[in-house]
């Protein structure tokens, strides 16, 4: 079991973010989806909806661009191996290592969801739920180093561009959708007001950190910076005024920052009688905004270029408490790429992680049937993520949609899926995942007791796991979208 | 049905897709998933550091052990001393010397009064009473004295000793006023006489005046001494004869006509001693025989390191050297026979070390002399202020023994020219101080090792040299003169032994002025064992220097040290200890 735990961790280890938005992609081109409107704020159901307490609806993603392949390998006795036995070669390791390799965790959770229709096709959403996201992007450089190690006297290595964050925050969000088929037929616009309350924002961003080793010395030269941002970890600074550690303050957990944030969007449906009626274009931006933390919860920290160079350590005698001098070297091999704690004068406004959606669908069979494409830009910490999606939406009945996704353009090449009941009254539900890869290796476990014999399909060349799910209430239709198809 | 249908398409198509693409298969799980992880790489070297410039003083723990010393200029030796002091009791001769003197009264003469001799300048009439004359034998004796040692005797020499005739005159003439009484008291030539203007040679003539009374007073004369000459085996018995005669008196002329005719009565006696008529004795010469206590040292050398005594140990030293002072305000000559003999707990007999010393000799109890000695088994070149004399200590102390046992015996010198001086009244003591020293000049033959312990030794390291060889690599930096071997072995947490093979490194020797640089090398191969590696034992083995090389605290070795695991660290994840 205890194997089956640190497989468990080296598969968490190489989870990176695929969408922090943690919203369901594949749900974008559903046409009666509860929602959707977390894409595109002008998006809106065919009638009313309460989430069911405390199961409105789940994000989860965990995911990297890195998979089992890259971290496990068949070796010559037929057992398993990790990427770091001597039998895997460097080369073999390194030729599956992209330059750069994102790892992450999402997890939008909503308490309190409900959307309802008001006047002449309006529709409000009120909802109410907690996100945390954790990212981290690892250079390839990295993972040689972690490889290869000091293959040489001397070795070198040049990491650039590491990071890891992490943010924890609730949000309270209206949103407000509106026809404008008075105006400009097939025309809809919405938007969405959030507040937010920031519990914690920590970040750290290496963009450079330069190994050098050999028999003699040991230096690091490093170009860095972070922050923490609320409250439930404090930095531990060594004497001299190196971060050596951090310690968990369960005290001084709460609310630590307030901001704002707002959706906008717009879809157009044409319906002029054309050929290419029923197609829609549609265009949103999500998480535009910002959260301020005070200052007295703001620590920010910098690694400034300095070179550091561990050459041992002076006085080593008989006497010497070797323990004690393990943890020293430990602790001085940290402060090598420790980072130093710079004033902090006003207070500290961290932006949101926009996003951009721009897609086009052309719904046929009397819109039993619609095929899109979606263009996505995540603006993020550490990069901007593109992503193109060709998604297929099939409703044979009103109140049931199936719907699949392929996406492009980024690392690799995904296949969602999404299944939705959504009665026009009654329990809906809707559960499926943004992420499918195509290739998979199957781990099959043995000598394990609950897991004895049973195999489990794993990506191959990357991991994911993508959740989304939710159980909704539905009021009642206010849109009469598809009474011409049943 | 169509809707359910479709729905069914639907989901069969989705479950397709999800899992038409295993393309590979890995098995996991016990004995399946190899968790082991090689990290570090082919060079893996870490830094570790310098130490500590070590000192001979920190290999051989000086700061903690008894018996090693740093002179002033910084060479270090092992001293081992011991002292002794004892008091020489003279109490006795002054009982047993003292002797009674004596009062002997003659009997009462009657003279009829001559007609005298007038001295007409001085207007008196010397009258001498001719037929007077006495003869006194005196005898003492002090043999108990030689139940105290005492020998032979040459002089001896009195304090508040003094010799007083005593005169009473009567007469039925009333006597004058300003008679005088005149006495020759002749002694034994073995007397010594204080300064008197009495004393002519070996007699005393008396002077002095008649009282109302009829006695006369005469101003006693001290005895300084008598000359005895007593040789070894003779009978310490004594007598001498007094002859008194000489009696005259002096009288006024214009008295002498009353007296003259006049029959006088006079009573004559000798008195000798003091006032308890004892003669007191202040001090003598001669030969006394004596035997102070014999002294029995062992000094216990439980505090020497274990490395100093082991039986693998075989020291070399090139100068080793005892020094004995004696110290003595007696002005009698002793003899004091010294013996050095080591003990060894394994039974190993050495021969032990034995030297006859003398003490010095003080003619005056207030002043105290010392006499140095250096004893070794070759003739220093410089040792001022000291007498050398042989001793194998070279040879005494191949090893640093257990213990050593030291033996004093002083007694008294018979075999001197001179005479013994002994002041009955001082406070003898003899004392002397003796030091094994050391020094660490070591010989060719010098093999010590030195053992001590780290403990405590992080369970990263057993588990990097379960899984790898450990190479320790670097320079070590020497000023010592003599060159070392560095090894060591490996315990458990029962401080048993491991069966793990450490390379020996040895250091070469260096100067005071010009450390020498040894490359370092010591590979540690891998061991299963190494994971129980709780404690190291490091021993430094000091080799043969240049005979006579001396070594000071001022030497130093000192290293930069590398910790290389060539291949990188093996390490299973899957194991507890990990």
């Not at chain 2, 070297?45 to 051989?60: A, H, K, Q």
């Amino acid at each position: 079991m205890k194997k089956i735990i640190i497989l468990f961790v080296l598969m968490m280890l190489s989870v990176s973010l695929h969408n922090a938005a943690a919203q369901s992609r594949t749900s974008y081109f559903v046409r009666n989806s509860t929602q959707n409107h977390e894409l595109n704020a002008a998006f809106a159901p065919d009638q009313g909806y309460i989430g069911f307490p405390f199961l409105s609806g789940v994000n989860f993603q965990i995911g990297s661009n890195l998979g089992v392949s890259n971290f496990l390998f068949p070796l010559s006795n037929g057992s398993t191996g990790l990427f770091l036995n001597s039998e895997v070669a460097p080369e073999e390791f390194l030729s599956g290592i992209r330059k750069s390799n994102l790892m992450g965790i999402n997890l939008n959770y909503k308490l309190v969801d409900a959307g309802w229709y008001t006047g002449k096709d309006s529709f409000w959403t009120l909802s109410f739920g907690i996100k945390a996201d954790v990212e981290a992007s690892l250079p390839g450089e990295l993972f040689r180093f972690a490889k290869l190690g000091m293959y040489d006297d001397p070795s070198s290595y040049s990491i650039r561009d590491m990071g890891v964050s992490g943010q924890v925050y609730g949000q309270i969000a209206l949103g407000y959708s509106q026809g404008l088929d008075k105006w400009v037929k097939g025309l809809r616009i919405g938007g969405k007001v959030k507040v937010l309350a920031s519990m914690m924002d920590v970040q750290a961003d290496v963009s450079r950190l330069d190994l050098n080793m050999s028999s003699q010395s040991w230096s690091v030269k490093s170009n860095a910076v972070g922050h923490i941002l609320g409250g439930g970890l404090n930095p531990v600074f060594d004497e001299n005024g190196h971060v050596n550690g951090f310690r968990f303050n369960p005290s001084s957990l709460g609310v630590a920052g307030f901001g704002a944030a707002f959706d906008l969007g717009v879809e157009y449906t044409i319906s002029e009688g054309t050929p290419v009626d029923g197609m829609r274009f549609s265009l949103s931006v999500t998480d535009l905004g910002f959260i301020s933390y005070g200052k007295d919860k703001s620590t920010l920290l910098s690694a400034d270029g300095n070179e550091f160079v561990y050459d041992g350590l002076d006085g080593i005698g008989l006497d010497t408490d070797f323990n004690e001098t393990l943890s020293t070297l430990g602790d001085e091999l940290l402060t090598m790429v420790s980072f130093s704690e710079l004033p902090v004068t006003k207070e500290q406004v961290r932006m949101m992680t926009a996003t951009l959606y721009a897609g086009v669908d052309y719904s046929f069979l009397k819109d039993k049937m619609n095929v899109g494409l979606l263009y996505s830009a995540r603006f993020g910490r550490f990069r901007t993520e593109n992503e193109l999606t060709l998604a297929w939406n099939y409703a044979p009945t009103r109140a049931f949609d199936i719907a699949l996704s392929y996406s492009l353009l980024r690392t690799h090449s995904t296949i969602g899926w999404l299944m939705t009941v959504t009665p026009r009254r009654g329990i809906g539900i809707f559960f499926g995942s943004d992420f499918t890869p195509v290739n998979y290796t199957a781990l099959k476990f043995s000598g394990v007791d609950i897991l004895e014999g049973v195999t489990i399909p794993v990506p191959k060349k990357e991991f994911f796991l993508d959740v989304h799910f939710g159980v909704t209430i539905s009021l009642g239709g206010g849109n009469s979208r598809y009474e011409s198809a049943w | 049905m169509k809707h359910y249908s479709n729905i069914l398409s639907a989901l069969v198509c989705v479950f397709a897709v999800l899992f038409a693409g295993c393309t590979s298969e890995l098995t996991v799980g016990e004995g399946e998933l190899d968790m082991t992880v090689t990290v570090g790489g082919d060079s893996l070297s870490l830094p570790l550091g310098s130490t500590d410039s070590i000192t001979i003083g920190n290999f051989l723990n000086i700061d903690s052990v008894e018996f090693v010393y740093v002179d002033k200029d910084g060479n270090i030796f092992i001293n081992m001393s011991e002292s002794f002091e004892e008091d020489v009791s003279v109490a006795d001769y002054v009982d047993k010397l003292t002797v009674d003197g004596f009062v002997k009264q003659f009997e009462e003469q009657t003279f009829t009064v001559p007609a005298g001799t007038v001295v007409p300048d001085l207007g008196i009439v010397n009258v001498d009473f001719l037929e007077f004359e006495e003869e006194f034998t005196y005898n003492f004796m002090f043999e108990e004295a030689r139940e105290s040692g005492l020998l032979s005797i040459t002089k001896l020499d009195f304090e508040d000793t003094w010799i007083v005739p005593e005169i009473k005159l009567s007469s039925a003439m009333p006597l004058p006023s300003d008679l005088k009484m005149l006495l020759e008291v002749v002694l034994p030539d073995s007397f010594i006489m204080g300064q008197s203007p009495y004393v002519n040679g070996s007699t005393i003539l008396f002077e002095g005046n008649v009282t109302s009374s009829g006695d006369v007073d005469f101003q006693p004369v001290s005895i300084d001494g008598l000359v005895l000459n007593i040789a070894e085996n003779e009978p310490f018995e004594i007598e001498y004869t007094f002859i008194l005669k000489g009696l005259s008196m002096v009288v006024d002329m214009e008295d002498i006509a009353d007296l003259e005719g006049s029959e006088i009565n006079v009573a004559v006696g000798l008195s000798v001693g003091a006032e308890d008529r004892k003669l007191h004795p202040a001090s003598f010469y001669g030969k006394v025989d004596l035997a102070l206590d014999e002294i029995v040292q062992q000094i216990d050398l439980d505090a020497i390191p274990d490395y100093f005594k082991s039986e693998d140990v075989y020291l070399d030293f090139a100068y080793p050297y005892a020094t004995v002072k004696l110290t003595s305000n007696s002005g009698v000559p002793f003899v004091v026979d010294a013996s050095i003999e080591p003990y060894l707990s394994s039974g190993e007999a050495v021969q032990p070390i034995d030297v006859r010393l003398e003490s010095p000799v003080s003619m005056d109890a207030d002043i105290s002399k010392t006499v140095s000695y250096w004893l070794s088994s070759e003739m220093p070149s410089d040792v001022a202020d000291y007498e050398w004399i042989y001793a194998d200590i070279r040879n005494l102390l191949l090893r640093i023994p257990d213990r050593l046992d030291v033996g004093i015996r002083p007694y008294s010198n018979l075999d001197t020219e001179n005479d013994h001086y002994i002041d009955c009244n001082a406070t003898y003591k003899v004392s002397g101080e003796m030091s094994v020293v050391l020094p660490f000049a070591f010989g060719e033959d010098l093999y010590i090792p030195v053992r001590d312990t780290i403990n405590n030794i992080p369970a990263e390291v057993g588990t990097a040299m379960s899984s790898a060889n450990v190479s320790i690599t670097g320079d070590i930096f020497s000023t010592f003169p003599v060159a070392m071997n560095i090894s060591g072995y490996f315990l458990d947490s029962n401080n048993r032994r491991l069966d793990i093979e450490v390379q020996t490194q040895k250091i070469q020797a260096g100067t005071e002025d010009s450390p020498v640089s040894s490359p370092l090398n010591i590979v540690v191969y891998k061991s299963e064992q190494a994971v129980d590696i709780a404690s190291m034992v490091v021993q430094f083995e000091l080799l043969a220097g240049t005979p006579g090389v001396p070594i000071s605290e001022n030497a130093w070795v000192k290293a930069d040290i590398s910790v290389g695991i060539p291949g990188g660290l093996t390490l299973d994840l899957g194991t507890n200890n990990k």
